[in-house]
């Protein structure tokens, strides 16, 4: 081979190297920047991107977000509708967007209906923490702030992930979403959005405990959803707090015994700055509050206070994005 030949032949291979760095994350990435990655196992392959926050630093271990777009969104409309790039910024820390891919959906939903993606391990949801360990191993995450949050599909999704992979995540919230299991088919599934779930919440409380394997560990979930919501009935929203509330009674002690009270602990009422009355409703079990319930006013299928230049945004309400942050930075694994 000629010389010339050889330094083609090294440049080639530095790019390639280069290109494998930048979707892996391999080498820090400049602060308040977007990584883009793939992460492939034999469920399939999709995309992500990977929101790397101001000051991050690579010895300093930051807690991380996974953001779980609705159907008709991507990572960029989530990520703009939530502004949660920005709490990021301010909060520190990363934040992880899974993308679902066109041929698996196409209307971009998660397909979280169907038996393949409803148990420990296998399907889309092995493939979302799939890429939160990619994630791990090219940037200082801490293991033990692992969050999760989605708004529609990926609301529903994120209660599958909490119910079968609670060891991973410290906190769950459920947005304009469902209760695990809510729907094993597709029509199914049309007909929980409508009227709600036909299967009973204490009943799927137990199988979200049993598929992380029954463990005595606590499952925190926030559920917002608006009471005008002709998307998903809120009704889903009531048993998503129901079910959840049910897996932590078996999380605690092993036995369903009221151990996790169905009653709320405080109730209470606030007005946004946009308007939009909303009652909180907070379970707690002995000092830690488990779920957190809230109802917004009026508000349809939507991210409450988000920026209203993204589908799917209320901008008179709360500012979810804060909510959010607020319920999680009190758990850690």
């Known amino acids: 081979m000629s010389v010339t030949r050889k330094v083609q032949a090294m440049a080639r291979m530095a790019v390639a190297v280069c290109a494998l760095f930048s979707v892996l994350g391999a080498t820090p990435a400049h602060a308040g920047e977007w990584v883009h990655g793939v992460y492939s196992n034999v469920w399939g392959t999709r995309s992500f ?64 209906m169907f038996s393949s993606n409803q148990e420990r391990g296998i399907g889309e949801p092995s493939l979302i923490v799939g890429m939160v360990d990619q994630v791990k191993g090219h940037y200082a995450v801490d293991s033990r702030r692992v969050y999760l949050g989605g708004v529609s599909a990926g609301a529903v999704m994120t209660s599958v992930l ?51 394997g029954k463990p005595r560990r606590k499952v925190p979930v926030l559920v917002v959803h608006g009471t005008s919501d002709d998307v998903v009935n809120p009704v889903n929203g009531q048993q998503a707090a129901r079910q959840f509330l049910q897996t932590n009674d078996y999380g605690d002690d092993g036995s369903n015994n009221n151990s996790v009270s169905n009653t709320p602990a405080r109730t209470t009422s606030a007005v946004s700055a946009g308007g939009r009355k909303y009652t909180v409703r907070d379970y707690v079990s002995n000092g830690v509050l488990l779920v957190q319930h809230i109802e917004i006013q009026g508000m349809g299928h939507a991210w409450p206070g988000g920026d209203g230049a993204f589908p799917f945004a209320d901008p008179a309400g709360p500012d979810g994005t804060t909510i959010m942050w607020d319920f999680f930075k009190q758990h850690s694994r």
């Open 49 to 112: 991107q990977l929101w790397v926050p101001t000051g991050y630093q690579p010895g300093e271990p930051l807690p991380l977000v996974v953001g779980l777009h609705g159907c008709l969104q991507n990572p960029d409309q989530f990520a703009g509708l939530s502004r949660l790039n920005t709490k990021a910024d301010a909060e520190r820390f990363l934040v992880l967007y899974p993308n679902q891919a066109m041929y698996a959906n196409g209307t971009q939903c998660w397909n979280f």
């Open 162 to 212: 909490m119910a079968c992979h609670s060891d991973v995540f410290a906190a769950g919230m459920v947005g304009a979403g469902a209760m695990y299991k809510a729907a094993t088919t597709a029509s199914g599934s049309l007909y929980a959005m409508t009227f709600g779930s036909i299967y009973s919440p204490d009943d799927r409380g137990h199988d979200a405990w049993a598929c992380s």
